[in-house]
């Protein structure tokens, strides 16, 4: 998810269904697909072992770590805010843990395991860019987050003031995560971008 870029509708062209189906239609990108000789195939097949894939065998290490941020920044957003009420040390540590955990896996899947892609449609493109849009975001509002959380809890003791500065940052934190999850979906299940390394330059492994 590299830098933040302004998305324009192309030619303020609408996408209704005769552009969907003439995407639809369009022959799947399978150059980006690894090819496997029929005896790695074959042993692959009979091994149950197998059955579970291995780091390497993704095309991106992108799909194994992105779950973790949008799963600990909604969690340290909600805890943050049942801590305004509470003001309990043990919830201040459980907010800090995940934050900082959550942070740290979205800058990695953001600027590290960000897949690199070719051959988009026009319309794959405007949902990609919308999906870096809120993966930027993120990662600012996570930093912020994450700076905020350590001195309310080291430095401001847990004030209650200081604990609703935090959620007030997480809470844009999780609203950001989840439209940037939001939009990769779409990329993936809608967009078919990813699924066996489809458009995705497999050049640019991580």
């Not at 997480?170 to 990329?187: F, S």
């Amino acid at each position: 998810m590299s830098s933040i870029r302004t998305s324009y509708a192309h030619g303020g062209e609408k996408h209704g269904k005769s552009s969907q189906t003439a995407e639809s239609t369009r022959e799947p990108d399978t150059a980006a697909v690894p090819s496997v000789g029929h005896e790695e195939h074959a042993a692959h097949v009979q091994d149950p072992a197998s059955a579970h894939a291995r780091p390497d065998d993704f095309p991106n290490k992108h799909p194994l770590v992105v779950h973790f941020p949008i799963v600990l920044l909604l969690v340290a957003a909600a805890v943050q805010l049942c801590n305004i009420l509470f003001l309990r040390k043990e919830l201040d540590w459980i907010t800090t843990i995940a934050t900082l955990i959550g942070f740290s896996t979205a800058y990695y899947v953001t600027k590290i395991a960000h897949p690199h892609t070719h051959g988009l449609t026009e319309h794959a493109k405007l949902v990609l860019d919308q999906h870096d849009l809120y993966a930027d975001w993120t990662i600012y509002l996570g930093g912020i987050g994450l700076v905020s959380q350590l001195l309310s809890q080291f430095l401001f003791k847990g004030k209650r003031w200081s604990v609703l500065v935090v959620a007030f940052v997480l809470t844009g934190t999780a609203y950001a995560v989840a439209m940037a999850g939001h939009y990769g979906a779409q990329l993936v299940h809608i967009e078919g971008v990813g699924p066996q390394g489809k458009y995705l330059d497999t050049g640019h492994h991580h």
